[in-house]
C-alpha cells in the first residue's frame, strides 16, 4: 500500500519550513504526533509557531529541541503525575519562547476563523481576565443590539499533524475515540500532513464513509506511524507508556538530556 | 471510617452536585473526576457528566491518573467534544465547571498563568485552559486547590487568568462560599479550625460569625468512593 | 418503550406556542419532520417563524395552513421534477408571509451565533449581493487589519424538531446517511423535539456512542414516527414519495385544498 | 449521434471540469449533477465531487431526480456536509461551482429572488441558495440555465442575489464568458446563430468577433452520457 500520498517521515518532517505555524493533534498525552515531533527535532526545525488547546509531551519536547520561537496553547503540562512541562517553562522564563497563553476556546476560535475563511471570531466569556490585555484581543460592539463581545484574531496553520488509527493512501481517515480539535484543525489548517497506525484500503473505509471525519482532498501527506503516538496513548490501540514519559522527564533533567533522548527513542 | 483532606474534599464537592445538571471537570482534575463519579452513585444518578476527551456520561471500567485520558469516554451514552462544551457553556447551557486556581484571591479571582509578569515570569505555570471562558460563562463555578496556605489565597493574584461566577471554594482546610462578590468562609473541615484556616489564608476571612463545621465524610460516602477509586488516583493532587 | 421523554404527537406540538421560532430538520423532500408538521398544522398554531436551509413541503404547508408568518431560508421550492412551493409563493406574494431570504450559509452562521452564544457572527461573501440591504445585514470592520466583513445577527429558535432515524428513550439520537444542519440545529435551539424511525434500548446506542450526534440532554421530547418523514424520504429506510408529493400538490391547486389534505393523510 | 440542448450543455459543462478540481452543485441541479460524473468518466476521474447530502465523490447506482437526494452519499469515500462545503469556499479551497439564475445580467449577476420588488415582489422565487456566498468564494462559478430568452438574460436583473466569480455561463443557445467583468460571446452551439442568440438575450453581446462554434458532442461523450443517464434525468431542467 506504499503508494498515494504515502511518504516517509523524513520526507514529510522536510516540506515544512523554519517559521512554519504547525497545529498538533491529539490533548496531553493522548494520540499526539509524537514519533513526527521527533523528527521535527532530529532535522532541526526552527522558529515553528506551535497551536495546540492543551499540549505536553510534544511542545515539551520541541521547546528543548530549540525547534519553537511561539506556543499558541491554553495548557500545558504534563498534568498531576508528572507534573509542568520543565523545557517549556524555562524556555519561557528565559524568555526564549514566547507563551500565547489563550483560553482553550480562544485557540478553538480562531482555529474556526480560519476554517471560516474569516478575519476574526467573535468568542464568549472572558470578561475580567487579564488575557485579553497581555495578549490583545479586541472587543467589539455590538452592531446588532447592545453590548459588546470580545474577537479572536484568525489563527491558521500552515500544517496541522494529526496521528490517526486508520487512513488510505489518498489520505481518507478515522479516527476512534476522542477526536479532541483535530477535525478542526484539519480544516483550519493550509496542508494535512496524517500520521497513521494503519494504512488500510479505501474501500473498506468507504463502507461507513461517515466514520472518516478526514476526507482526502485536505491531506498532502500520509506518514505509515504504527505506534507513532507512542509515549502518548493512542485508543483504543495503546495507553500512555508512563515509564516513557518518565524517561523523557529523566533525560531532560540531565544537562544535554534531549539529544540523547532522541539518539535513544526511534523513530 | 477514616478520612483525610482528599476524602473531605471529594465528598464535599459531590455533595454540591445536583440530580439531572450538568458538569463538567477539565484537565488535571483528579478530585472533581471522582466526585462526580460519587455524586452519580450517591444522590445524582442522572447527573450529565462531561469532560474534554468527550464522553457523555462516561462510566470508565477504572479510574485513569489523567484527567483528560481517552478511559474516560468508556460507556457513554454520546460524544461531545470539548468545543461542544465550550459552545453549551457560552450559550449558558453549562451548569456547573470545576475549576482550580494556583492563586485564588478574595474575589474568587485565579491565577494559572504566571508568577510574577506576564512577559518576563518568575514561574511560568499551566495555562488557565479554558478557565478564562468557563468562569463568566458556566451556571456555577465550583473552584477547588489541594492546598491551603497564602501562596495559594493571596491578597492579590499576580495575574488574573479568569474571574467569573465561582460560587465554592473547595480546600483541604474550608469551604468559601462566594457572596456578593467576596468569597466568606461557609464551613471548616472537621479536623482543622478557624485559626489555622486564618493563618493559612493571605486575604482576610470575613463573617466569620456563620461559619459551620463541616459535616464529616458518612461511612456510605466513603465506602463508595473506595469502590470507585480503590487505587488512590486521589491522591496525586497531594504530592 | 414507552417512557422516559417519549410522548404522544399531540403533546410534543402542543408545547409549541403561537410565534415562536421553529427549525425544522432535513432538507427540501429528504428526513423532514412531515407528520410533525401536519400536526402543528392541525392545531392551527399561528404566527410561527421557520428556519431551514432549504425547504419544501414543509414550509409550503405550513405557510398554506396559516401557521406562518416569517420564513428565514435560503430556498424553499420543490426542485425540478414539481416546481415552485406554491403556497409560500403565493403568501408571500400577497405580503402574508414574509420571506426572510438567506444565503443558506447565513442561516448556517445565524445558527453558529446562537449555538456558540454570541450575538452575531462574521460571514465570507454576500459582497455584490442585495441581500445585505433588503435584510439589513451589518457590515464591520476588522479590527485586526484592513478590510470589513459581513456578520449575520444570532437567530435563536426556540424549537429544533429533527427527524431522526434511531432514539433511545430519553433522546440520544442518531440520523444515517445526510445529516444536512440538524446538529447545529440541535445545538442552536432552545428546545429539542425529535420524530423517531425507531425508539431503540439505549444500551444498543452506547455500543457505538460517536454515531450519536444528538445527546440525551439536549432533547425535550420524543416522539414514535415510523414513517414520520413521509411524502419526504429517510433514508435508508425510504426513498421519497413522489405520488404523495404529487398528491399534495394537486390538493393544493384546488382552493380550500389544505384542510381536506390534512384530513386525508394520517399522522 | 443525436444531441439536443441538454446534451450540449452537459457536454460543455463537463469539458470545463479539470481532473483533481474540487466541484460543488447545489439543489436543483440535475445538468450539473450529470455533467460532473460524466467528467469523471471522460477526463477528470480525480475531480472531488463535493454535493449537498455530504458524499464525496459520490457514485450513486442510479441518478436521482432531486439533486439534493441521499442517493447522493451512495459509494462516497466520506461525508462532507453543506455547511464544511461553503466553510471551504470561504476559506479558499472550492475550486468550482454550478449556479443557476432565473435571471443573469451582462456582468454575471444573478437573481433569484424575485420579479418585482423584494418586499412586495411579483413572484416570489426559489430564493438564492447559496449562491450570495458561493458566487464571491469559488475559485470560479459556471453559471447555466436552460432557457436562453431575454427574461432570462436581461439588461438589469428585478433584484441581486448574488455578484462574484462567474466564469462561464452555459445556455442552450451558447457558451459566455466573462472577460473584465462583462460576459462575451465565447462559442455558439452548432444548431444557433449569432442572429438567434443576439435576438434572445435582452443584453448587449460583446466581442461579436472572436467567438466561435461550439465543438459538437462526440459520440464517445454522447454515449457515456446515455450510460450515466438513461433515464434522462436531464430533460426535468426542459420542462
Known amino acids: 500500500m506504499k503508494e498515494g500520498k504515502v511518504v516517509s517521515l523524513k520526507e514529510a518532517v522536510s516540506w515544512i519550513d523554519d517559521g512554519s505555524v504547525v497545529a498538533l493533534g491529539g490533548n496531553i498525552l493522548n494520540r499526539c504526533p509524537s514519533a513526527f515531533v521527533r523528527e521535527i527535532a532530529r532535522q532541526g526545525k526552527r522558529g515553528l509557531e506551535i497551536v495546540k488547546t492543551a499540549g505536553a509531551y510534544d511542545i515539551d519536547l520541541l521547546c528543548a529541541a530549540g525547534c519553537v520561537s511561539k506556543v499558541h496553547a491554553g495548557f500545558v503540562s504534563f498534568e498531576n503525575e508528572f507534573g509542568l512541562a520543565p523545557n517549556y517553562r524555562r524556555l519561557v522564563e528565559e524568555g526564549k519562547v514566547e507563551a500565547c497563553e489563550h483560553a482553550c476556546y480562544t485557540v478553538i476560535s480562531a482555529l474556526r476563523a480560519a476554517a471560516y475563511g474569516i478575519p476574526f471570531q467573535p468568542v464568549a466569556g472572558l470578561n475580567g481576565s487579564d488575557l485579553p490585555r497581555v495578549r490583545g484581543m479586541k472587543r467589539i460592539r455590538n452592531p446588532y443590539g447592545r453590548g459588546a463581545i470580545y474577537v479572536v484574531e484568525r489563527l491558521q496553520p500552515d500544517w496541522a499533524i494529526i496521528h490517526v488509527n486508520e487512513s488510505d493512501s489518498r489520505g481518507n481517515a478515522r479516527i476512534y475515540g476522542p477526536q479532541f480539535e483535530d477535525i478542526l484543525m484539519s480544516r483550519a489548517a493550509k496542508n494535512v500532513i496524517l500520521t497513521a497506525e494503519h494504512i488500510v484500503e479505501g474501500e473498506r473505509l468507504m463502507e461507513h464513509p461517515e466514520m472518516n471525519q478526514i476526507p482526502h482532498f485536505l491531506v498532502r501527506g500520509i506518514v505509515h506511524l504504527p505506534g507513532g503516538a507512542a509515549p502518548c496513548g493512542c485508543y483504543p490501540y495503546y495507553e500512555v507508556d508512563r515509564e516513557g514519559v518518565k524517561r523523557y522527564l529523566e533525560y531532560c533533567s540531565k544537562g544535554t538530556g534531549v539529544k540523547e533522548y532522541l539518539m535513544e527513542v526511534s523513530p | 471510617m477514616n478520612y483525610g483532606p482528599a476524602e473531605m474534599m471529594i465528598v464535599s464537592m459531590a455533595r ?80 456547573t465547571a470545576f475549576i482550580s486556581g494556583v492563586q485564588i484571591d478574595l474575589y474568587g479571582r485565579i491565577n494559572l498563568s504566571c508568577i510574577g509578569d506576564f512577559k518576563q515570569p518568575k514561574v511560568r505555570l499551566t495555562g488557565g485552559a479554558g478557565s478564562a471562558v468557563i468562569l463568566p460563562t458556566a451556571g456555577r463555578v465550583i473552584l477547588w486547590r489541594t492546598k491551603h496556605n497564602p501562596k495559594v489565597f493571596v491578597k492579590k493574584c499576580d495575574f488574573i487568568t479568569a474571574k467569573g461566577n465561582v460560587e465554592r471554594v473547595i480546600t483541604p482546610l474550608c469551604i468559601f462560599r462566594r457572596e456578593k462578590g467576596r468569597l466568606v468562609l461557609e464551613s471548616i473541615h472537621p479536623y482543622s479550625n478557624l485559626k489555622e484556616v486564618i493563618q493559612e489564608t493571605g486575604f482576610p476571612i470575613e463573617s466569620r460569625k456563620e461559619y459551620s463545621i463541616t459535616k464529616e465524610p458518612e461511612d456510605g460516602e466513603l465506602t463508595i468512593l473506595n469502590q470507585i477509586d480503590p487505587m488512590r488516583v486521589r491522591d496525586l493532587e497531594f504530592k
Not at chain 2, 48 to 62: K, T
Open chain 2, 16 to 95: 454540591l452536585l445536583r440530580n439531572g445538571e450538568r458538569v463538567f471537570h477539565g484537565v488535571a482534575s483528579p478530585l472533581p473526576m471522582i466526585a462526580i463519579q460519587l455524586a452519580k452513585r450517591l444522590h445524582a444518578p442522572d447527573l450529565v457528566y462531561l469532560n474534554i476527551p468527550g464522553g457523555v456520561d462516561a462510566s470508565p471500567h477504572r479510574l485513569p491518573t489523567s484527567t483528560v485520558d481517552s478511559l474516560l469516554v468508556e460507556n457513554s451514552s454520546s460524544l461531545f467534544s470539548l468545543t461542544e462544551i465550550f459552545d453549551l457553556s457560552a450559550r449558558g447551557g453549562l451548569d
